[in-house]
């Protein structure tokens, strides 16, 4: 679908011109900057439901293409569409946004730091998080892909708390080494493009439809070694945004240094792009290897969910719990891609939203209670729920999201690529169920600590939630609990951009078999 109007350019374009312009306020009007970072965040808001609305679900694979020549004499392009997959997480971003500028209300003006740089990074992370969705060039993605680092590095290196620096550098320079990796790939796969006359007389092409085209129909000749090391180039740099496990021991110290609304943007929303890119990328452009890699990859899957639930047992630290949950959660949406089901792909789309949203929503509650008590320690608490009720009872159902409680949102994702799972690998699906009784464990446990029981020395006056924090708190609830009893709207957007994806890399859901009575048998 072509559209008329380059509503994707907008999109994008008017929270990195928001951010542009709250730099430009006075530098004492920092309520102003705030108010005006909510707005533009809102108006983001707007321009996606527009889309939303346009979009057709029976239509073009890409709508709302737009492609203008960029660096012709390279074959580079400002090409940008979106399919129901990026679609959903478009949604997720610009919803997110808005909800953490008012839960970081005060953080950038703490410690006399500066607020109007707070409220512009976030704004301009926004912006490179949706383009990142939107492209269709690979060169394009891959530039902000990696340009999205830098207001993260920011956001965590100077609002974030005691150890941000180290935090900081620790992220950037983990996700700077799988950039290069594959920056590497990107170069390989442009010169394989020039050999095989995909783009133009004198240049190679970057566009993703062109070559993903020549791949699915033989054209795109290369050695199977070369591809191989192209994959494993791309797959590095999304594992490690993800993160998948080995590749995560960057996430718990960014999300315990960076301010809770800092944490949720990385963990909701800039961590998705990794997993987005396993879908779009690596089975699009190497469909072999990521057949010839799917065991390993998979199993590595498996293991962060295990792994993930069981450190996070042990943690004594509320916000490392919670990050932790975040590399169990991933191994599932990575699973869920590699099983190469149409039930794995769609119910791994739909973790990744529904992930972002409880994820959110506990992440936010537990900042607020770590502000009021001033610890993150988990023993420093206890009774809460007699003296703030609406904290501790939005912290369970957030809670109960996370482990998949039927009824709330993240239970039909995770059921669905648990299934897709089943029907081509029983045995990996059986040991990522463990993980259903080990979030069980660490989630009622974590809340039968900090929330129940007697009130303890130093909680007595803990406030329950103000105003602004319950409007920051209500929609994730609402959306967890309607994508819970109703996620129809988001699967019809994602189930034909995923059948798109499994036709182009030429897998069929397997036939599933049941045991019956032996033939001639009495009934």
């Not at 004198?202 to 129909?217: E, K, M, Q, W």
């Not at 996370?402 to 699906?429: M, W």
Request: net charge neutral; with cysteine; glycine share 8%.
């Amino acid at each position: 679908m072509m559209s008329q109007f380059p509503w994707l350019s907008v999109l994008w374009v008017v929270p990195v011109v928001g951010a542009g312009f709250v730099m430009t306020l006075p530098r004492h009007a920092r309520d102003l900057a705030k108010w005006v970072g909510v707005g533009v965040s809102v108006a983001t808001v707007a321009v996606a439901a527009l889309v939303t609305a346009q979009f057709q679900t029976s239509g073009d694979r890409y709508q709302f293409v737009e492609s203008h020549s960029w660096i012709p004499s390279f074959g580079v392009g400002y090409i940008v569409g979106v399919d129901g997959i990026a679609l959903v997480l478009i949604i997720l971003t610009v919803v997110v946004v808005p909800v953490v500028l008012l839960a970081g209300w005060h953080d950038g003006a703490n410690e006399g730091r500066s607020t109007h740089a707070y409220v512009a990074l976030t704004l301009l992370l926004e912006g490179m998080v949706l383009i990142s969705l939107m492209a269709l060039d690979v060169l394009l993605f891959f530039m902000f892909f990696e340009v999205m680092l830098v207001p993260l590095y920011f956001l965590i290196g100077v609002f974030g708390g005691e150890r941000r620096g180290k935090a900081a550098l620790k992220f950037l320079l983990y996700n700077l080494f799988g950039g290069l990796i594959m920056l590497a790939a990107v170069i390989v796969l442009y010169v394989a493009t020039l050999t095989n006359g995909l783009g133009s007389e004198t240049a190679g092409t970057f566009d993703l439809r062109t070559i993903a085209a020549a791949v699915a129909n033989g054209e795109l000749l290369v050695n199977p070694a070369v591809l191989n090391m192209m994959f494993l180039g791309f797959m590095l740099a999304f594992a490690i945004k993800a993160p998948l496990w080995p590749f995560h021991s960057w996430l718990p110290d960014a999300a315990v240094e960076a301010t809770p609304a800092t944490a949720v943007l990385m963990m909701a929303v800039v961590d998705k792009v990794g997993t987005f890119g396993m879908l779009r990328y690596c089975l699009q452009l190497f469909p072999q290897p990521s057949t010839y890699f799917r065991p390993a990859i998979i199993a590595l899957a498996v293991t962060a969910i295990i792994y993930g639930a069981i450190v996070a047992i042990g943690q004594t630290d509320v916000m490392r719990l919670i990050a932790y949950t975040s590399i169990s959660h991933f191994g599932f949406i990575v699973m869920g891609i590699f099983v190469m089901t149409s039930e794995g792909q769609s119910g791994s789309t739909l973790y990744m939203v529904n992930h972002g949203i409880a994820t959110a929503a506990l992440f936010l509650i537990a900042g607020f209670l770590v502000s009021r008590r001033g610890t993150r320690a988990i023993a420093a608490y206890g009774g809460v729920q007699k003296v703030a009720p609406a904290l501790a009872g939005t912290f369970l159902v957030a809670g109960m999201a996370t482990l998949a409680l039927p009824g709330l949102a993240p239970f039909i994702s995770e059921f669905l690529v648990l299934v897709g799972t089943f029907t081509r690998y029983p045995i990996f699906a059986v040991l990522a169920s463990v993980a259903l009784v080990l979030s069980a464990v660490y989630i009622l446990w974590l809340y039968q600590r900090m929330m129940t029981g007697p009130v303890t020395d130093g909680n007595e006056k803990l406030r329950d939630l103000v105003p602004r924090e319950i409007a920051v708190v209500s929609p994730l609830i609402a959306l967890l609990i309607v994508l819970g009893f109703y996620p129809k709207p988001a699967l019809d957007l994602i189930n034909p951009a995923v059948a798109h994806t499994l036709t182009s890399i030429g897998q069929q859901d397997p036939q599933p078999t049941v045991p019956t009575a032996a033939e001639g048998s009495d009934p």
